[in-house]
């Protein structure tokens, strides 16, 4: 009677510990096994920081497992992004001076649509922000172009989840 009742708790125990039998896939991307990612396009005077989101995505998406990503002539699906704005906010000010600022807030809007390859019809779209901080110096275009990369690994992990797990 004890083994049942332990062999019982075990049970209830390990069913809380989040494994899930069969796929997490969103309902529209279910048949989708490869993605190709290509470069995004850039709509913000920002230069040069399509690739460097591209291959933030890329690192993001292989980390996460669910798809293989393959080039646009052999993927299962084609997911292009556009990166719509980068916008730089005031967060904190100086002590003592409200005028001065002296932690910023970053954010990156990208729009997204995953396309199947053959047919180009579209299975997913929507549009993810990324943020991140940096505080204020003395070269303060340096030191947000170094807040971009940071910015960008939260895109690209906002946007893994929404195409791997639909949330």
């Known amino acids: 009677m004890k083994k049942a009742v332990l062999l019982?708790?075990?049970?209830?125990?390990?069913?809380?510990?989040?494994?899930?039998?069969?796929e997490i896939r969103p309902t529209p991307m279910r048949t989708v096994r490869t993605l190709a990612v290509q470069n995004f396009k850039n709509?913000?005077?920002?230069?040069?920081?399509?690739?460097?989101?591209?291959?933030?995505?890329?690192?993001?998406?292989?980390?996460?497992?669910?798809?293989t990503i393959l080039s646009d002539d052999k993927a299962d699906a084609i997911l292009e992004c556009t990166l719509t704005k980068i916008e730089r906010r005031s967060a904190r000010s100086v002590q003592n001076n409200v005028l001065a600022t002296a932690e910023f807030r970053l954010e990156l809007d990208v729009n997204y649509v995953v396309s199947d390859r053959i047919t180009g019809a579209r299975l997913m779209e929507g549009r993810v922000r990324g943020k991140t901080t940096f505080f204020s110096g003395e070269d303060l275009q340096t030191i947000e172009r170094q807040a971009i990369p940071v910015a960008a690994r939260d895109v690209a992990v906002q946007l893994s989840q929404q195409i791997s797990e639909g949330w």
Request: charged share 20%.
């Open 8 to 22: 019982l708790a075990v049970v209830i125990g390990l069913a809380g510990c989040g494994y899930k039998l069969g």
């Open 43 to 67: 709509n913000t005077y920002e230069p040069r920081v399509e690739t460097l989101m591209a291959d933030t995505l890329i690192k993001a998406l292989q980390e996460d497992g669910t798809y």
